[in-house]
């Protein structure tokens, strides 16, 4: 049975101007009457829907918009990771979150892979009751503000300026693409930073100058040696002058270039790449047609582009029925050279390696590869 | 507490967890020796075993015959190796690193 509540009216001084609405899925009757009147405490007073499997889940979507939704993992016919997986493709702005009673790692990983906003365990006690409202109401104030999405919308200075003024003792993982960066932060002061390439304050300004990507706050590493020693205000304000001046020749260059994106730029990007230790070829491949965009040093390249498309979609379905998360990169080892095939926006990018290179050299190349494509 | 003993109620419906271990498969697809848990959906496993063997295939016909490959997921990995016409197939669930928090920024 599919129930609508509207939650109830203890809060009777608190008026919401819009008022979410939460649809909750799982094949337990008993559960989802016991979730529909936790959730009616929660102080923005949310619209609660309810429904007993996946595809309803789906219809009831489709049919009116969801702040979020709450699934359980276990449910028969479609389980939970599988709504979660159609969901994210289909309304990708709408938050989700998976509760469940089901404790496994693996569990977990998958469901972050998906693109859930939160995976919880259901809760046993009267503090995790607490817990897991307090997760829901904060997972909707982050919608009603503009979406943290509110974090995802503000810049990486931001971040850090928010690391500090909270005095915080803590690491900032920071990934753009393939690139991956860290700062170190000590009560507020940053102290160290660090890149695959550069360290210290070279660091910092490299990854200062990743204008989008995702970033993780992990625990405090004490034991840190200090290599930055100025503030923060002076780190973020030279970032700023450097990144002006490069700005400021870019721009004037990029005029006369007229298409920076051009078959030239991506001839001189392939080229480019072939400089790297152990590549034998590179090719480029539009997916939707299959077709070889550019090359460098490949024999067929229309064969060989053919292949890296129909391959590279052919394990992103497996992925997706199998539910393991996006297809980062294939990577094939041969008597002759090795391969790596990676995934990128309508494109597919092959790089051949030379057959000496370990499959760890090869990993390594193929990440920095992939940083120089991205910039 | 009755209504707390609720929540340790079990349904039982279950998901699928992502296979671990491994198998063989001959040069027809046909599964020969498997590791992987028997509740795991035969005809996915046999999906994989014959993805592998496609890919050795289409491999030499684009003159870049390969002895094994990796597929790296977010979540999951797969490895195989070519063996007399067949393949041995590893599978590998990833772990995300506990203790970590995470969202992006534009």
Redesign the interface.
Known sequence: MDACYRGNDRASGYEMPARHKILLVD??Q??LQ?YRELLGRLPSQPEIHTTTSGAKAIAFLESEPFSLLIS?????KM???QVLSIVRRKFPQLRTAVLT??V???????A??IGVDIFLE?????QE?QLFLDCIESLLGREIQGG?RG??????V??IQLECLSQSSSVL??TNGVREGRIWFQEGEIIHAATQDLSGEAAFHRILSW?????????GEPGQARTIFESHQALLLKTAQAQDEAQAPAEADSKPAGETGGPDAASKALSAISRFQGVEFVLTATTGEAKARESWGV??PE??A???C??LQ??EV??E?????????????????H?ALVPQPDVALCV?YQRHIT?EQMRDTTKKILASWAS | MG??N??????E???????SGSFTVDSLGQILVSTVLQDYPRP?LT??GR?AL??FR??R????????????????KVTARELRGGAIVFLT????AA????????
């Open positions: 094949d337990d008993d559960m016991l359980d993992l276990s449910m028969p389980d939970g990771l009673g089901v496994d790692e693996q569990f977990r990983t998958r972050y892979a259901k809760p046993g006690t009267a009751i943290f974090l995802q919308s503000k810049s990486l931001d971040i993982k920071v204008k989008t990507g995702n970033f993780e706050s992990l625990a024999e067929n064969q060989v053919a292949w890296a129909e391959l052919r394990f497996l992925g029925r199998m539910q393991a998360g996006n297809l980062s990169q294939v990577e094939g080892f041969g008597l002759q050279n391969v051949g499959a | 209504i707390l609720l929540f340790s109620k079990k349904s419906s279950k998901v699928n967890r992502l296979p996915l999906e994989i993805c496609h890919t289409s491999a016909g684009a003159r870049l015959p390969l002895t094994e490959f990796v597929v790296h997921y977010a979540a999951f669930p990833r772990s995300l203790g970590s928090t995470s969202s992006s920024f534009a």
